[in-house]
């Protein structure tokens, strides 16, 4: 094994899980093994580096997995470690997804799954280290290498959730057309947008769904329609993505930031102020979150996703219409209508 090779901590009393585990992910990571809670964190102590993931069964003796979350969620050297919990009580999900962890692996053990889920994790894992380490440099230099690796996470992201990629370029594009509308028309919105600098806000509106690293796969991929409590878990993308923004430095120092603060946790609030997260009403919605939100809608109409087809390009576009004053900004649907036709070549050009 390389000495790079990324390490995986599986904590579980039951040796034929271990054992099972092991065998599954033997082949691309480093496996260290405990019983319990207890023997788990003694070994956390004296192991360099630190594991990328934690594997970790709910029900042990002496310390439970549970028991062991909370100690490790309020540690400053364990919390960022994620945790994959190794369980059959379904029950207990919505809690402790709700407290931290990052997803469910389920008995008995699938390999495709385990893998699967492991290698998506250890992989934002590595993105959110990187980043960090950018952050904490302020040269110009670092500042557009940021910019990249918040590009590339945000791809990650999109593949992640069975995307080609090419969404986050095609929201990016329907924003950067509605901007140059508005400019050109010299509309209403103009001044305002020139303000809030154009480029920033197309580079920003990468992360939209940055929250998205937060939400289990069992979630995300889901290819039916979600039942309620997994909508719930769903909608907190977007509180979760505002936390993630403010972990990568001041927004009220970083327009960019700020933007990226905005349109992660305000892109589904809607006109009318049924959205969410906070029932945020018309002008309320920040201006580039109210350019998000339908860029993001026409995306998913016209696109096909894991759950449905896609939608011909006429019929999306009378339910942004019909959104109109209600889920939409009345001004931003206008827009889109007048330039129907470059939001089609878009989403034709980047499939």
């Known amino acids: 094994m390389l000495e790079n090779t990324p390490t995986v901590l599986v904590v579980d009393d039951v040796d034929t899980n271990v054992l099972i585990l092991e065998e599954i992910l033997k082949d691309d990571y480093n496996i260290i093994t405990a019983s319990n809670g207890k023997e788990a964190l003694e070994l956390l102590q004296v192991t360099n580096p630190l594991p990328k993931i934690i594997l970790l069964d709910l029900i042990m003796p002496h310390m439970n997995g549970r028991e062991l979350f909370d100690i490790l969620k309020t540690d400053n050297t364990f919390k960022r470690i994620p945790v994959i919990f190794i369980t059959v009580e379904n ?20 390999p495709e799954i385990v893998r699967l889920r492991v290698r998506n994790q250890i992989e934002l894992k590595n993105y959110s280290d990187n980043l960090e380490e950018i952050v904490a440099y302020k040269t110009a230099e670092a500042t557009k ?14 593949h992640r959730d069975l995307e080609s990629g090419e969404h986050v370029k095609r929201t990016q594009l329907f924003v950067k057309a509605l901007i140059d509308y508005f400019l050109e028309t010299d509309s209403c919105y103009a001044e305002e947008l020139r303000k809030l600098q154009p480029d920033i806000i197309m580079k920003s509106m990468a992360l939209h769904d940055v929250g998205k690293i937060a939400i289990p ?20 993308h977007t509180t979760r993505g505002r936390e993630i923004i403010h972990e990568l430095g001041d927004v009220n120092s970083s327009l960019y930031l ?13 006109w009318d102020g049924m959205g969410y997260p906070n029932r945020l009403k018309g002008e309320e919605i920040p201006l580039t979150a109210r350019l998000a939100a339908l860029a993001d809608v026409y995306d ?52």
């Open 217 to 236: 796969d069992k979630i995300l991929l889901k290819p039916g329609k979600l039942d309620p409590d997994e909508y719930e878990m769903m909608k907190t």
């Open 258 to 270: 700020k933007h990226c603060e905005d349109i992660c946790y305000g892109h589904h609030e809607r």
């Open 300 to 351: 998913a109409l016209v696109c096909a996703r894991v759950y449905k087809s896609a939608m011909p390009y006429d019929e999306a576009l009378k339910i942004i219409a019909d959104g109109k004053g209600t889920q939409f900004d009345p001004v931003i649907v206008d827009a889109v209508i007048q330039i129907q036709d470059r939001f089609k070549e878009i989403s034709q050009k980047y499939k």
């Open 91 to 110: 029950e207990s999900e919505s809690e402790l997804l709700d407290a931290g962890a990052v997803d469910f692996i389920n008995k008995p053990f699938r």
């Open 145 to 158: 290498t940021l910019e990249n690796a918040l590009q590339g996470l945000a791809n990650v992201i999109e």
